[in-house]
């Protein structure tokens, strides 16, 4: 029987890797959330620590989004926290999920980045754009990795730059 309930979680996956130790990679993309997010992802307008402290399990934010022109605002919370290794979020106002993770067979030189979203379900006036929502939501994770290899290589080249040329 079909049912307008059950909903099948919307999922996008990426992978790349990353010419910078697992160390660094997990400082930028967890450790520094709060600075470098709105670096990688230029749809956040507006980030907001709500929480104090140093970003750790139980973290909350809250994020203005303009993604394809739509503004949507939400609330979200760290539910992992592996230093070197792993960051998830979990949306508080909607149903989303956010993971980062981050391994390497040479965790001293290159690391790779996964980066899975999940949206967890969709409005009923959404479904009829459910393939391209799924088209967008694969396109998004995929342009998140590149972002962080970007920006963490460029960061490296200008840190090496620095350092030989005394």
Known sequence: MFSLNKDTP????????????????FSFVGTDFIKNYPKWSPEVVELQLLTTGPVKV????????????????STFKVTIFQPGKRICFEGVSNPYKCDYAIKSDKPQSESNISFTFELLSLELFMRPFEKLIR????????????NIKKLIESENDVYKTNNHSN
């Open 10 to 25: 919307v999922v996008g996956k990426a992978e790349i890797k990353i010419e910078s130790p697992c160390k660094h990679v």
């Open 58 to 73: 139980g973290t909350m934010c809250r994020q203005i989004r303009i993604d394809q022109g739509r503004r949507s605002e």
């Open 135 to 146: 088209a967008a939501v694969q396109d998004g994770t995929e342009k998140t990795v590149r």
